[in-house]
Antibody, heavy 119, light 111 residues
Framework: QVQLQESGPGLVKPSETLSLTCTVS????????WSWIRQPPGKGLEWIGYIYNSGSGSTNYNPSLKSRVTISVDTSKNQFFLKLSSVTAADTAVYYCARNRGDTMIQIWGQGTLVTVSS | QSALTQPASVSGSPGQSITISCAGT?????????VSWYQQDPGKAPKVVIY???KRPSGVSNRFSGSKSGNTASLTISGLQADDEADYYC???????????FGTGTKVTVL
């Protein structure tokens, strides 16, 4: 059974970079699409972007966040990562890592981790 | 990319059927058969209950069904139960290299 677990700081200062790690267990990270999705407190879901862990390692980012987002993968550790730069209070949210089927569905979700942006 | 439109809340009594709508455009919901639905219990991660408009993942109750007409997709929950009380989100493929777009979310209350 595939399981995903997010980890990283729960508090980030404004203007700094938010960095999260997702550790995948129960299956290889190779050959799948891996996403980050966020949900501000009391609000809806926003797809941040994904990486396709194939030979190309192609990525697809939300245009509204593209200038600040980097998603990468470390196949040897079965982990993938999110970096979001120049954060503001508007980036406060629960961040979920997930496995997706391209752009068409989210198959498996991590439990989520709350990141608060505050000085 | 604008969020798909869902009603803020839907309610029903135990045993009844309810339907949640998800309105989009011909560029997303109406253009492709790739609508998925997610159930989110309070404080928990979402879970897929319907994908590709009407397919149910293994382990999801057959009380959940999906359909689409034109630019609007629908999720129907029949035989409503107390543990169906949750937030529900639709999501649609929007073509090309565009990320899927989520709906605004619907809170289901079992009376």
């Amino acid at each position: 059974q595939v399981q995903l677990q997010e980890s990283g700081p729960g508090l980030v200062k404004p203007s700094e970079t938010l960095s999260l790690t997702c550790t995948v267990s129960g299956d290889s990270i190779s050959g799948y699409y891996w996403s980050w999705i966020r949900q501000p407190p009391g609000k809806g879901l926003e797809w941040i972007g994904y990486i396709y862990n194939s030979g190309s390692g192609s990525t697809n980012y939300n245009p509204s966040l593209k200038s600040r987002v980097t998603i990468s993968v470390d196949t040897s550790k079965n982990q993938f990562f999110l970096k979001l730069s120049s954060v503001t209070a508007a980036d406060t949210a629960v961040y979920y890592c997930a496995r997706n089927r391209g752009d068409t569905m989210i198959q498996i979700w991590g439990q989520g981790t709350l990141v608060t942006v505050s000085s | 990319q604008s969020a798909l439109t869902q009603p803020a809340s839907v309610s029903g009594s135990p045993g009844q059927s309810i339907t949640i709508s998800c309105a989009g455009t011909s560029s997303d919901v109406g253009g492709y058969d790739y609508v998925s639905w997610y159930q989110q219990d309070p404080g928990k991660a979402p879970k897929v209950v319907i994908y590709d408009v009407s397919k149910r993942p293994s382990g999801v109750s057959n009380r959940f069904s999906g359909s689409k007409s034109g630019n609007t997709a629908s999720l129907t929950i029949s035989g409503l139960q107390a543990d169906d009380e949750a937030d529900y989100y639709c999501c649609s493929y929007a073509g090309g290299k565009t990320l899927g777009v989520f709906g605004t979310g619907t809170k289901v209350t079992v009376l």
